[in-house]
């Protein structure tokens, strides 16, 4: 391995990391998901390592295209940037959706009292609902859960604007393996980095009173992911 390619692999990762932690989308969208439909850790795991190799994996593939054709990398970037606004727009309509999703769940949840009777004894009233437990069951059998696979496909489109420009550098002084490495690395810190958040956040949430909002976490989380979008798309 040439002298030039160690900054540039600590380049990679340095980026890769920054990138990651600098942009909410890249772990925001897990934790909230994982909260709201109780994902178990395995679960959670699965999904953002599959959303983050998609994320990274489409650039490099539009990568390896410029390469083969010669594309400047400004071009690149270019297209790069058009698949940041489908992302935003992906992530602005799936968190709209589950936001109204939310709402109706949350209006149908709503509790009520019944009165009892029993023989001679006075009436009590009990406090419970009816469509808990039903769509419990729902969620847990997984019908309809296409959530998983909405943030797959947005994270496909989700660009790594930065590993473009890294990747070309050994690409333009014909190196094969600096492209694979400088790859591997930026691949490896996002997704480990991804990962990391998402799970420390979650074990925070889990010490926070979280049954005073049980009841709207779905349409919270909805609203989290359509802002997290709606952030993307106006470059905040």
Not at 85 to 110: E, P, S
Request: hydrophobic residues 50%.
């Amino acid at each position: 391995m040439s002298s030039d390619l160690y900054p540039l692999l600590i380049t990679a990762g340095s980026l890769a990391f920054i990138h990651t932690i600098m942009g909410p989308d890249h772990y925001v969208p897990f934790i909230v998901m994982s909260v709201s439909r109780k994902w178990s850790r395995a679960k959670t795991a699965w999904i953002t390592l599959l959303c983050g190799i998609g994320h990274v994996g489409s650039s490099v593939v539009i990568g390896g295209i410029g390469i083969a054709m010669g594309i400047a990398v400004e071009n690149l970037k270019f297209w790069e940037g058009k698949r940041g606004d489908w992302a935003a727009w992906g992530l602005i309509g799936l968190g709209l959706v589950y936001f109204l999703w939310g709402v109706r769940r949350a209006y149908k949840n709503k509790p009520h009292k019944h009165t009892h009777l029993h023989g001679d004894e006075l009436p009590h009233s009990h406090e419970h609902d009816h469509h808990h437990e039903h769509a419990h069951v729902h969620e847990h059998a997984g019908k309809g859960n296409i959530a998983p696979w909405a943030l797959f496909v947005v994270f496909v489109l989700g660009p790594c604007e930065v590993l473009i420009p890294v990747v070309m550098y050994p690409a333009a002084q014909g190196s094969v393996w600096g492209v694979v490495l400088v790859t591997i690395v930026f691949g490896v810190i996002t997704i480990g980095t991804m990962m990391t958040v998402v799970f420390l956040s979650i074990k925070g949430i889990n010490f926070l009173p979280m049954a005073k909002i049980q009841r709207y976490v779905h349409a919270i989380a909805g609203a989290i992911i359509c802002l997290c979008g709606l952030a993307i798309h106006l470059g905040l």
